[in-house]
């Protein structure tokens, strides 16, 4: 299978990297110039990985092509682009529907969207697909899990979901500052809180049979600190917080996808 690579930004990166390092049965990777600190790092990696001045010669010499540049940015890029009979094309672009990609790319090749996560690059990520595609789900399925979806507005939710990265340091980040405003020496602070948050993860993919609710009770000694955070947490409209952001994410991305 020979990719080709139109945009090198993180997720590119996190892919190829996770490519590299497994035993997907790729013979070429080709990638442009666009960020050429990203396109030079990558090319470093493997004889397999090829750097091309033109989108066009990536097109025509792939069997696979991913689409990872901005919304913003993603009209300009591939109109001018000849995608002809194409495998299959992989859309990486979070907001903007198939409808509007294959007037801009090719009318009957496959195409698909996928949302991975950065942690791909060590096999430990999970990967939403939609519609259901056994050639991407078993090139995703080398960098870690996978999940098929059936509907748009399924993989939109999922999409919304994806978003809570940034959420996710900001808080641990509050919880290390915190530690530190008590005499916490910054790296403790956040050694501790990576180390347990770790933990709290490997529970949550091992424990499968459990839901979450059911974790939170394990962890949660009645009447104990933790369920005295938890209180607070939703008392203080941590959980309302959490549910008005998706609600405002999907919005947004329903706009932009009209646009």
Known sequence: MKLGFIGTGVITEAIITGLVKSDYPVSDIFISLRNCKVSKRLAMMSSKIHVLDANQAIVDQSDMIFLAVLPQQAKEVLTPLTFGDLAQIVSLIATIPIGKLREWTSPTAPLTRAVPLPIVANHNGITTVFPPSQTVQELFGHLGNVVPIETIETFD?????????????????????????????????????????????????????????????GHSTPNGLNQHVVEQFRANGGHDAVLAAFESVKNHMQKLSET
């Open 157 to 217: 939710a999922f999409v919304v979901a994806s978003a809570t990265m940034g959420l996710y340091f900001d808080t641990l980040e509050t919880m290390a500052q915190w530690l530190c405003t008590k005499g916490a020496d910054y790296k403790d602070a956040r050694t501790y809180l990576s180390a347990l948050n770790n933990g709290l993860a490997q529970t949550a993919t091992t424990q499968t049979e459990l839901g979450f609710a059911q974790l939170r009770q």
